[in-house]
């Protein structure tokens, strides 16, 4: 069964510093979104990408993040320079498109800022 | 504005025993309804969904949940657990097409043998 796959699972980073956190979607897949849970806490919407821009960010998407889709086939979300707050799981989804309403997630990386 | 509750933050059963995790929504406008699961270092795994068709909808691993309207529920069964439905469960309402899904904040299900 076709996966997302995210890399790394696990990162470690000093406040300040910039992470980019990769994905890579389905491959016939259009549609392409970056959630967030904060421990203890719901899952969240970050950004959804679609034909190479962003479609729809939330208020926690602020200038900090960036998303970009190099090469056709990584979606990466890229945060600038990371604070405290940002300690959470990441995930990438990706959904085929119009008509198809449903999101495949990868397992997620995680993102501890020291 | 849409919103999901689950009402249970933990819920324990024994292997062989029903399982029922709740959920309550709400919505402006006709939701799609979804159970997401997800197993230790694994990602979301879409159990099933809802999306205005038959109330009662099948999902994998023999869940199923019924929409109900009038209570605005979207519930979670399964006749009998087994140990491998130990894991966090998620119910993820959305009403704008599907790009932004509103989570609720997880049920952790605990089988004991």
């Known amino acids: 069964e076709p996966e997302v796959t995210q890399t790394p699972s696990h990162q470690v980073t000093q406040m300040g510093q910039e992470v980019i956190l990769r994905c890579v979607p389905i491959?016939?897949?259009?549609?392409f979104y970056w959630y967030r849970q904060i421990l203890g806490q719901k899952v969240e919407f970050l950004v959804s990408?679609?034909?190479?821009?962003?479609?729809?960010k939330s208020e926690i998407f602020d200038d900090q993040f960036s998303v970009e889709r190099p090469d056709g086939s990584n979606f990466t979300l890229k945060i600038r320079s990371t604070k405290l707050e940002d300690s959470a799981m990441y995930f990438c989804?990706?959904?085929?498109?119009?008509?198809?309403?449903?999101?495949?997630f990868g397992a997620g990386s995680r993102l501890t800022v020291l | 504005a849409q919103s999901v509750t689950q009402l249970d933050s933990h819920v324990s059963v024994s292997e062989g025993t029903p399982v029922l995790l709740r959920c309550n929504y709400s919505?402006?406008?006709?939701?799609?309804l979804f159970w997401y699961v997800q197993h230790p270092n694994k990602g979301l795994q879409l159990l099933l969904k809802?999306?205005?068709?038959?109330?009662l909808v099948k999902g994998i691993n023999g869940f199923e949940a019924e929409f109900k309207k009038s209570e605005t529920s979207f519930h979670l069964t399964k006749p009998s657990a087994h140990m491998s439905d130990a894991a966090e469960y998620f119910c993820?309402?959305?009403?704008?097409?599907?790009?932004?899904?509103?989570f609720g904040k997880g049920t952790m299900l605990l089988v004991s043998p």
């Open positions: 993820v309402v959305s009403e704008k097409g599907y790009s932004t899904l509103t």
């Open positions: 809802y999306t205005s068709a038959a109330t």
């Open positions: 989804a990706s959904r085929a498109g119009s008509g198809a309403n449903v999101l495949t």
């Open positions: 919505s402006s406008y006709s939701p799609s």
């Open positions: 990408f679609y034909n190479n821009e962003i479609s729809e």
């Open positions: 491959s016939n897949h259009l549609y």
